[in-house]
């Protein structure tokens, strides 16, 4: 049963404007959650968490923001590269998954020129 | 910082054959370490998670015999394909997770294993 889901499986985006990820989560004992950038071949790249005791996090370009009661978080990019051109995970711990991270399908992001 | 390594980047290999892939992390002790694979166009798929000097703890339809993980440092976990087959043929990715961090793990480059 897919504890975290990426209802997206695409988006695209014209460079310099906002791209704006979502990831639902069905777990309620899920406290701390992550967003990965992959390209292909490669690794997943850690960008930024949260935990449950906030609702957002800055860092730099990417904003990630926390909705426990809807168990909905968001990832914010502004302004979109083309270097951001990639496939994002949401991932989530905690609970029954503590010490292990559940992954959503990814959101394919492509931004355009 | 938290630079996690993999080797071999690619591998081929007949069928029968077994592969070692080795997962290092570079600059921090990772008291745990993770095996994951990837099918294409799909998320990452946890196998198995490791600890330091203990064994492997593997996920539900995972085939510990098949699938044999040695975490032997707080630097370094292998995982050993045995007998490989067509099927096995995927992209495999580790990661390490310092305990500092919290939950954070940070990934290796991947494995691309395919099995002729």
């Known amino acids: 049963d897919q504890q975290v889901k990426q209802n997206s499986p695409s988006l695209s985006v014209q460079e310099g404007r906002i791209s704006i990820l979502n990831c639902d989560y069905t777990?309620?004992?899920?406290?701390?959650f992550l967003w990965y950038k992959k390209y292909p071949a490669e690794g997943p790249t850690f960008l930024i968490s949260?935990?449950?005791?906030?609702d957002k996090n800055e860092d730099g370009r990417f904003t990630v923001f926390l909705n426990k009661s809807a168990k909905h978080l968001s990832l914010h990019i502004v302004p979109s590269q083309p270097g951001d051109s990639a496939v994002y995970f949401c991932?989530?711990?905690?609970?029954?998954?503590?010490?292990?991270?559940?992954f959503g399908a990814g959101t394919q992001v492509v931004v355009t020129p | 910082g938290a630079v996690v390594s993999q080797h071999p980047s690619w591998v081929i290999c007949k069928s029968g054959t077994s592969v070692k892939i080795e997962c290092r992390s570079l600059?921090?002790?990772?008291?745990?370490m993770f095996w994951y694979r990837q099918f294409p166009k799909q998320s990452l798929m946890l196998m198995a998670t490791?600890?330091?000097?203990?064994?492997?703890?593997?996920e539900q339809g995972v085939e510990k015999d098949k699938f044999l993980i040695n975490h032997a440092s707080l630097t370094l976990s292998t995982l050993t394909v045995t007998s490989a087959h067509p099927e096995d043929s995927s992209f495999y990715i580790c990661?390490?997770?310092?305990?500092?961090?919290?939950?954070?793990?940070?990934f290796g480059p991947g494995t691309r294993l395919l099995v002729l």
């Open positions: 990661s390490a997770r310092d305990g500092t961090s919290g939950e954070t793990q940070y």
């Open positions: 777990n309620s004992m899920f406290d701390y």
């Open positions: 949260i935990s449950s005791i906030k």
């Open positions: 991932a989530a711990s905690g609970g029954d998954s503590w010490g292990k991270l559940q």
């Open positions: 600059d921090f002790q990772a008291t745990t």
């Open positions: 490791s600890n330091e000097g203990s064994k492997a703890t593997y």
